[in-house]
Structures are given as structure tokens and as C-alpha cells.
């Protein structure tokens, strides 16, 4: 009853339509991700984080090296899980912002997701380019893409509004 | 910072590229699923139940639409979580065999998975034309479908091959 091994990753990147694959796949299983979080070395004690990551059990390696292949960045990462699963997880992962905003972002506007999850993306290119012009250098725009993060994903209370550097601020402006 | 909507169904259907938008977010989301349940009223006490689904926050719920729309069957169901999460789940769901068949069957045939999803598919399939032959009226060909069940998604144990039904099997012949 047909093939025992799922088709490697180095012919499906020529395979006609692969990017609505990526728009489907990502669809389904992608994660864009912002959060605030304390670090010393910041010049506010506090950095942003971005990843835009797929998981998938180990077995599907190559659907993720197909997505590093398509984006041109990104790297596997194994996962260790934290629940009773038996499976390893490999994580399919890109921080770097300018791997992002340069790779990920476009890719993402020339073919637009269709779940809700465009929301999270929208979002999530909105904090990217808000930082390239600076906004997170100050305090009013630390709180700001904090808030922003309070509407993503699973929509928990920033860290960083809760601190006392965040209860300090007169005043916070909206991002979007 | 973008649109509050994600795009509805309706014209994404004719968006290029979108069946391989579906296999992308099948590869991502999808079950194909195969299981041997008591059934009082079919002919050996046991029933072969097959389902193709995928299942999304409710908020997703255009996405699922464009499945109905490019398989042109199936239905959503709302879906009762086990789990401590806040949404409402909703499940593109394909029950009927004609319809997985004629349908399914042969759109993933036609534009094949790309994660190891691609076996399960395949035993599915597998498992739906043997009983296009009748395969499953006998003791020997439920026995050798609920053995292919067990190396499917969760690969449980199957309550048919633990009955007494199967337990009194001389020989199990192998279907895949």
C-alpha cells in the first residue's frame, strides 16, 4: 500500500505551487511570535524577542528543511517536550530580524495566510518595522508592542506591562 | 497595522495554487483516521469507521469552509474540547466512503503530502478500497484493518484485536 518514506525535501522545493503549500502549511502549524523580556544588558532591562518557528515531530524533518530551503534562513532545532508524548519534536526556527523582515515578511504578503492566524502575522510585521525604525528604545514603545503581544497567540499578560518600569509610565500610546 | 478580518472562503477558492494550499494545511492540520468499533448491528458485531477531518480554533472557521468548497463534501461540526482551552473547536469532517473515494482519495493522489502524514494517507486509502471489495466482511480482513489501525496517528491498541472475537483468529493475514 504505496511508499514507505514521505518524499524528501530536496525535489519538493521545485514542485509547482510550493509557496501555497508553505501559506497552508504555516497555516496550520506556524507560530509568529513577540515577547518582552527582562535583560540586563538592554539599555531599558528589557529586549524583545521575535520568531516566526513551525514544529513538527521529528519524523516530518524533511517538510522543515523544505520551509529552510523556501525562506533561504532559518535552522532545525530539537524541541524537548513538555508533555507525555512519545515523539521527538524538531522546531523550524527564524529570530534573526532581518532574516525576518527581509524573508519571512514579504514571503507572507505576497502569499497572505488564510486562518485567523493572519492576524498574528500582521501584527508580528508590525512590531518588526516599528523596531527597524527604533520604537522599542523607549518606554512608551516597550509598552506598546507589550500590548501588542497581549492579542497574539495565547494572549498572556506581558510580563513586562506588569513590572514597575511599565506601572511608571504616564502615559501608553497604541501601537496599532 | 492591516486588516481586522482574515479573507473569507469565498474567493480564495480560485486562488492559484490552492490545492496546494489544502495539502500544505492538511500536511499541517489533517487526520486521517481509521477505527474498529462494537456495532451490534453489523454483520460480524464490529464496524469499520473512517474519517477525514481537520480541526480549528472557531475563528478559522473560512478556512474550513474552503475545504467543503474545494472537495466539495463534508460538513463542520462544532466541537465539545476535552482540554482547558478557551476557544470553541470546529471540525471539517468527511465520513461517507463515496465521498472519500471519490473525493479525497483521489485529490491526495493527485497532489501528494509531503510530511510522514503521506503514510497514514496511504493506509487510508488502502483501508478504503479493500472495503470497496468487501475486505472487511470477514473475521481475517478486520482483524488485519485494526492491525493497520494501530500503527495510525495515536497508534492505540486496538479494542478489536484485544476482543475475544479476534483472540479465537487461527492466522491474521497481512493487509499492507
Not at 535583560?39 to 516566526?52: D, S
Not at 533561504?72 to 524537548?80: P, R, S, W
Amino acid at each position: 500500500m504505496g511508499s514507505e518514506n514521505p518524499s524528501g525535501a530536496g525535489n519538493q522545493q521545485e514542485r509547482p505551487g510550493i509557496e501555497q503549500w508553505v501559506v497552508g502549511f504555516v497555516d496550520g502549524e506556524g507560530c509568529f511570535s513577540i515577547s518582552v523580556v527582562r535583560n540586563a544588558g538592554c539599555a531599558l532591562g528589557w529586549q524583545v524577542q521575535h520568531e516566526f518557528s513551525v514544529t513538527q515531530a521529528a519524523t516530518s524533518r524533511p517538510a522543515l528543511e523544505l520551509l529552510v530551503g523556501v525562506f533561504g534562513c532559518g535552522y532545525l532545532i530539537e524541541n524537548t517536550r513538555n508533555d507525555n508524548h512519545r515523539e521527538l519534536l524538531l522546531r523550524f526556527s527564524v529570530k534573526r530580524r532581518s532574516d525576518l523582515l527581509r524573508r519571512v515578511v514579504p514571503f507572507f504578503e505576497e502569499n497572505p495566510l488564510i486562518t485567523a492566524k493572519r492576524l498574528d502575522f500582521e501584527r508580528f510585521a508590525g512590531v518588526l518595522r516599528f523596531m527597524e525604525d527604533g520604537g522599542h528604545r523607549t518606554e512608551e514603545g516597550l509598552s506598546s508592542i507589550a500590548r501588542l503581544t497581549e492579542q497574539m497567540n495565547r494572549r498572556q499578560r506581558s510580563r513586562y506591562l506588569e513590572s514597575s518600569e511599565a506601572i511608571r509610565q504616564p502615559s501608553q500610546p497604541t501601537l496599532s
